[in-house]
Nanobody, 130 residues
Framework: QVQLVESGGGLVQAGDSLRLSCAAS????????MGWFRQAPSKEREIVAA????????YYADSVKGRFTISRDNAKNTVYLQMDSLKPEDTAVYYC???????????????????????WGQGTQVTVSS
């Protein structure tokens, strides 16, 4: 089992930055691919960013490319999502997720579908005002 706890959300203005953190406990998450998803009201959950288990590859949704950065600190068992130049359309609940079942897909694999992730955090609200 892996427990994931997100933090760092809040209310900011357009153009501001936030850094979300996802602390993992239980089994080590170091070998796992990790992802950040978001869900806005009345919308489906969508992937924002993904990080391969080797940290060699990243994936970003087109809507956040160039503004968001996913990273990991293995010593702290924490994955981050740095969000810069925030826009009102970034407003959503953000979830981190771990994908241990994709281990055999390879060290450079970045899972993009929600169904590929086995463990989820409880979410943190990000609200961007215009």
């Amino acid at each position: 089992q892996v427990q994931l706890v997100e933090s760092g959300g809040g209310l900011v203005q357009a153009g501001d930055s936030l850094r979300l953190s996802c602390a993992a406990s239980g089994r080590t998450f170091r070998p796992y691919a990790m992802g950040w998803f978001r869900q806005a009201p009345s919308k489906e959950r969508e992937i924002v960013a993904a990080l391969s288990r080797s940290d060699s590859n990243t994936y970003y949704a087109d809507s956040v490319k160039g503004r968001f950065t996913i990273s990991r600190d293995n010593a702290k068992n924490t994955v981050y999502l740095q969000m810069d130049s925030l826009k009102p359309e970034d407003t959503a609940v953000y979830y981190c997720a771990a994908a241990p079942s994709t281990y055999r897909a390879g060290a450079s694999y970045t899972p993009k579908g929600a169904a590929e992730y086995d463990y989820w955090g409880q979410g943190t609200q990000v609200t961007v005002s215009s």
